[in-house]
């Protein structure tokens, strides 16, 4: 079953306010600091060195298409692999293994790799996880715990969260997989709505707990949903780590004149977050957020029948990188 839902309509108001204000603008649903961080009731994390630039992952030989793009979406279906296959590199659908009716190699057949999620901290069992990476060695990465400061997604204190870590970094050394996550967004999450608090608070506990350890994160993940993409991840690169931006699309809905409510805008928004993502050397994956959706209230479908690409879809592909 996919793991995604639709995210609560309450975070809809901090997402414009958090996004306006790392605009420069302002709202009535809290306060987003700049560049610097933040400071909270999980503590402070002292400033690192920003991430080195990263290099993208290897494209396909042959296939002229940005090795950083993706989808997040349960693709089920070959038809719609190879429609998405001329522009896009990757996809995850929230659980360990594609979809059984997926098509298989689909690295070497169509270019495109799938990459799995360990969704939360306790609904896995690692032997079996650990056997399919070891049978799918061209599997280089491991996508952990989504949205956990979102009370209706994995809804992981960074208390939680850090006390699981270390069962992922086994999985890492035994397997040799890279580890990406918490994939974080602003949240719901009582005291940790914002991703930078909750890390905070998430480093602390493991340091903890783990003798002043750091803990092995490879990539950080985040989502975003309205404008001040490229702000939002300003703020996170005081952890030192390179990003993969696992979902986002611009759902701005607050009748204030900035709302996308159209496809126009939305394609528009698309252009913007993909130049942000294609042009930072800090960002090495990231994916559209979704497949097919009905109905689709904020214009994000990049599918319509199966095996066909939407306007959207095909906006997507275009793009340059």
């Not at 914002?194 to 905070?200: F, H, K, N, Y």
């Not at 159209?262 to 394609?267: E, H, I, N």
Request: aromatic fraction near 12%; charge should be negative.
């Amino acid at each position: 079953m996919l793991m995604h839902t639709l995210r609560s309509r309450a975070v809809a108001p901090l997402l414009m306010a958090f996004a306006l204000a790392a605009c420069g603008g302002g709202g009535d649903g809290g306060t987003a600091t700049g560049n610097g961080g933040s400071t909270g009731s999980g503590g402070t994390l002292a400033p690192s060195t920003p991430a080195a630039p990263v290099t993208p992952p290897a494209a396909t030989p042959g296939v002229t298409k940005s090795a950083k793009r993706g989808i997040a979406y349960d693709l089920a279906t070959t038809a719609d692999v190879a429609a998405l296959a001329p522009g896009v590199s990757w996809w995850y659908n929230w659980s360990p293994r594609p979809s059984p009716t997926a098509p298989v190699d689909t690295r070497t057949a169509y270019g495109m790799d799938f990459v799995p999620m360990l969704w939360n901290d306790y609904a896995f069992d690692a032997a079996t996880v650990e056997t399919w990476l070891k049978d799918h060695p061209e599997v280089k990465y491991l996508l952990l715990m989504n949205e956990p400061n979102l009370t209706d997604q994995s809804n992981l204190s960074p208390a939680a969260a850090a006390a699981a870590w270390p069962q992922f970094e086994a999985i890492a050394a035994r397997t040799g997989v890279k580890l990406v996550g918490p994939a974080l967004t602003w949240g719901t999450m009582p005291g940790y709505s914002d991703p930078v608090v909750w890390l905070d608070a998430f480093y602390n506990a493991y340091r903890a707990a783990n003798g002043n350890r750091n803990p092995q994160i490879d990539y950080l993940a985040f989502h975003w949903y309205d404008y001040g993409l490229g702000g939002q991840l300003d703020r996170l690169t005081k952890y030192g780590k390179p990003f993969w931006v696992t979902e986002f699309a611009n759902w701005h809905d607050n009748a204030d004149g900035a709302q996308v409510d159209t496809l126009d805008k939305q394609k528009a928004q698309m252009r913007e977050m993909v130049a942000t993502c294609e042009q930072r050397t800090d960002v090495f994956r990231y994916a559209w957020f979704t497949g097919r959706w009905n109905p689709d209230p904020h214009y994000t479908s990049l599918l319509g029948a199966d095996g066909e690409l939407s306007e959207l879809g095909r906006y997507y592909l275009s793009l340059p990188f």
